[in-house]
């Protein structure tokens, strides 16, 4: 037995895995100020669309490395892209007809979707990981507020998004070893870029001086939330497991809630103070619960330049 947090690839994986949180938390309130000027498509066309320019450039470090824009590593891209752009579709669409409370907390719920999932590819599972999954999803409940009434057409929708990001999570962590980060997040990104501009042009009415007029929050989202935050999510699920990854991922609603109170000056309730410490305690779950070294652990611990 030993403890997971002593490793240095490890405690790496988590420090990228809470800054995707904090990014993707921040991006909430980036999002609520954008959409006042532009569809959510057309926001998430603009900023995917950043996000994948901003990567471009950086694809000479790939070479550099050794490592190709190859085959593989285009084909899942293109399918995480689908279904990245899928899961955020089902996402908007369910908002229409449920709240943004139950929305939020039927998306987190794919912090225990990630589990079942994972176990088709091989996965193990951990005690400290059912813990503090557990512990996020109680958590995600207090944070969430008002939850009350049946359920509607738009839950169905959101619980599908839910089940597409777990998808997304479980792959991620199946084929990041192999992949490089920057090739196979730009093959995403441009993959959502495309759908989502597809959707705007639909169903908006998208304008140069309505994406000028949010170009701020454009840019948080389309250059951390999206390029730096995904890149980031696909690097450090090669060393850590998919449920460990969502429960540090599933933190977003925590640093989501504190971006509120900064700067849109909402405040938090008791109840949702006691719904961050549980995410928090979950997150801890994950990290500290000592469990037996698995092949590749051992292998770093044997090699710590590897």
Not at 19 to 47: I, K, Y
Not at 69 to 78: I, K, P, S, Y
Not at 188 to 194: E, S
């Amino acid at each position: 037995m030993y403890d997971r947090c002593v490793r240095p690839r490890a405690l790496k994986a988590d420090a990228m895995l809470l800054l995707v949180a904090l990014f993707w938390g921040a991006g909430f309130a980036a999002q609520r100020v954008a959409m006042d000027s532009m569809g959510p498509f057309t926001f998430n066309a603009a900023r995917y669309a950043i996000g994948a320019v901003l990567l471009v450039p950086l694809l000479g470090v790939v070479k550099a490395r050794g490592r190709r824009f190859d085959r593989r590593t285009l084909v899942v891209g293109l399918l995480l892209g689908v279904v990245m752009a899928a899961a955020s579709g089902l996402q908007q669409v369910g908002l229409v007809t449920t709240t943004a409370s139950r929305a939020g907390f039927i998306t987190g719920l794919y912090v225990i979707l990630v589990p079942a999932l994972g176990l088709l590819f091989g996965q193990r599972l951990f005690v400290g990981h059912i813990t503090g999954a557990a512990f996020a999803v109680a958590g995600l409940w207090l944070l969430s507020g008002h939850l009350s009434g049946g359920l509607v057409r738009g839950d169905v929708y959101v619980l599908g998004c839910a089940a597409l990001w777990a998808v997304h999570v479980v792959v991620v962590a199946h084929v990041a070893a192999k992949a490089d980060a920057l090739a196979l997040s730009i093959a995403q990104f441009v993959v959502v870029a495309v759908l989502s501009s597809v959707l705007a042009i639909a169903r908006e009415t998208p304008t140069l001086a309505g994406v000028g007029a949010g170009m701020l929050p454009v840019l948080y989202s389309g250059v951390f939330a999206i390029g730096v935050a995904f890149t980031f999510q696909v690097l450090a699920q090669r060393d850590a497991p998919p449920t460990h990854a969502a429960v540090i991922m599933s933190l977003e609603a925590v640093f989501g809630a504190l971006a509120g109170v900064a700067l849109l000056g909402e405040r938090l309730s008791a109840a949702e103070t006691a719904g961050c410490g549980l995410m928090f305690a979950g997150m801890l779950a994950c990290q500290l619960w000592p469990h037996k070294r698995t092949p590749a652990e051992r292998a770093e611990l044997t090699d710590p330049v590897r």
